[in-house]
């Protein structure tokens, strides 16, 4: 007997207005209960996620949770324009919008230059006209300093601008039932919800985690449909992983792309180059393994702000990394959080991005890859060690002499090991042993790779194949039954290239 095929819904895919997907026969994952639990709970929230997370679906599924309210929906997502000259225009639009919608007059003794006086006029005129206190939703409530962080100056007259609209919120609470706004970033307090010290932040509240995303669930009840023809471990493996310390969540863009295109691709990190935060990591010498396992406290992921990014809290807010692991939290001590990447799909993508900012050209990156995969599959010691000679040779000599990165003694691991992520490789990176930590060890057609680096002045020692051998790396992987393939990689300041190239193979048990 077979099973009968589930009838296939149409892909939500860039809809953010709620009736359109329940009246137009799409795929829906409903979140109106937490919805509810968090409207029940209190009355200011603010929650970050990253881009094409669904915040503004969720945003929309509260826009008509009671009709007794009067709900006040004010949107950033079109930005603020050319050096945000349009920030001022574009509140007014929101203003007018809802004045619109609510069929409330506008204000004769305010100018139309006073912005925050104009929506403290707007959400107490709701209040009076309808009876009952109103809901304010303020969907990518960052967007505009975002767009600009590249101009400090013009990001923040853009949060000076901001702040004062938000602020006016505080003075409105006796007309405010409900307030909650959503975004990317989390901006300090101080600097743009100075008067607004009532914001709860449920970024970190386990109960909201799946507020925004897909879990699990979600992908095998409501998706069902789709599933067949698609492998589901590889579909975790892509798109999962992204925590706010409870329940796991799918990024719903590529989990939407996938169901349509049928095939796996980099579809939310393509949407949106990361090219300031390529250039903070390059200019702050981030070593590039340390992104699997960098560790915050709570107060650095917050720490975001015009003058004050942290490459941290940049990581974490924009969704390139996320929350693996948490110390437990005491009376007297803040958890520590360690961060890694959600998924293959950012692993990949990110260190692909990074490459060209270690200064290796986009031309050597596609021509490599392909050879390095080639020659790792055949044990091929000597095409794989010309191809590790090609990348960094590839290097322009200008670039050393004009860039910050080249006196960063993790320059090479950090170009090799970003490489070999960028192939989507199984890489892990300082892997513990019983015996010491391995720089880099690689997973790849049924093969070990175990990898040691060493920065030499002179000639080559061989001390970096020796320490391998020494310290007995390969006895952690022996019982896989594979071949384990130990690579000693010695690299010289002066030549700005490998030097030293070894390899033994020992047995598997």
């Not at 260190?351 to 044990?379: F, H």
Request: net charge negative.
């Amino acid at each position: 007997m077979t099973t009968p095929e589930l009838p296939r819904l149409k892909l939500p895919l860039g809809i953010q207005n709620l009736r359109e997907i329940r009246e137009g026969g799409h795929y829906y994952v409903d979140k109106s209960g937490m919805a509810v639990d968090l409207i029940e709970a209190g009355k200011y929230y603010f929650l970050s996620r990253p881009r094409r997370f669904g915040k503004s679906l969720l945003v929309d599924t509260r826009w008509d949770w009671s009709t007794r309210h009067p709900v006040i929906r004010i949107s950033f997502s079109s930005g603020s324009g050319p050096k945000g000259h349009l920030l001022a225009q574009r509140i007014r639009e929101n203003l007018r919008v809802n004045r619109v919608a609510l069929d409330l007059p506008l204000p004769a003794e305010l100018p139309e230059e006073d912005l925050a006086g104009n929506f403290a006029d707007l959400i107490r005129q709701a209040h009076q006209s309808r009876g009952e206190r109103a809901v304010v939703l303020v969907d990518e409530y960052d967007k505009p300093m975002l767009d600009h962080l590249t101009d400090p100056a013009v990001a923040q007259t853009q949060r000076d601008m901001l702040s004062e609209l938000y602020g006016t919120l505080k003075d409105c609470d006796e007309h405010l039932r409900f307030v909650f706004l959503t975004g990317v970033s989390k901006f300090s307090k101080v600097s743009l919800f100075s008067g607004l010290n009532n914001l709860t932040d449920i970024t970190l509240d386990a109960r909201w985690s799946a507020l925004c995303g897909y879990t699990d669930e979600d992908i095998d009840t409501v998706f069902a449909p789709e599933l067949p023809g698609l492998d589901r471990d590889e579909i975790r493996r892509w798109y999962n992983g992204y925590n706010w310390l409870g329940t796991g969540v799918y990024n719903p863009y590529d989990v939407l792309n996938l169901f349509w295109k049928r095939s796996f691709s980099s579809y939310w990190f393509e949407t949106g180059t990361p090219s300031f935060l390529v250039k903070l990591l390059a200019e702050r010498q981030i070593f590039s393994p340390d992104l699997t396992r960098m560790q915050s406290d709570f107060s650095l992921l917050s720490s975001f702000d015009v003058d004050l990014i942290e490459p941290e809290a940049l990581l974490f807010q924009a969704g390139y990394l996320t929350i693996q692991s948490a110390t437990p939290a005491t009376p007297w001590e803040e958890p520590i959080y360690t961060l890694g990447y959600p998924n293959y799909e950012v692993e990949m993508a990110l260190n692909r991005a990074l490459l060209p900012a270690y200064g290796v050209p986009a031309r050597q990156i596609a021509t490599t890859a392909l050879k390095i995969r080639q020659s790792l599959r055949e044990a091929d010691w000597i095409g794989l060690e010309g191809q590790v000679r090609s990348l960094f040779a590839s290097i322009p000599s200008d670039w050393y002499r004009s860039n910050p990165l080249a006196g960063f003694e993790g320059h090479y691991a950090s170009v090799f090991y970003s490489h070999f992520a960028a192939l989507g490789l199984d890489v892990r990176v300082e892997d513990a042993t019983s015996h010491g930590r391995i720089d880099m060890a690689v997973l790849y057609a049924g093969r070990v790779f175990l990898f040691e680096f060493k920065v030499v002045d002179r000639q080559a020692s061989g001390a970096a194949l020796q320490q391998i051998k020494d310290r007995g790396y390969a006895d952690k992987y022996r019982a896989r039954g594979e071949p384990i393939h130990l690579v000693g990689i010695e690299f010289q300041r002066a030549e700005r290239n490998v030097v030293g190239f070894e390899v033994e193979t020992v047995a598997a048990t």
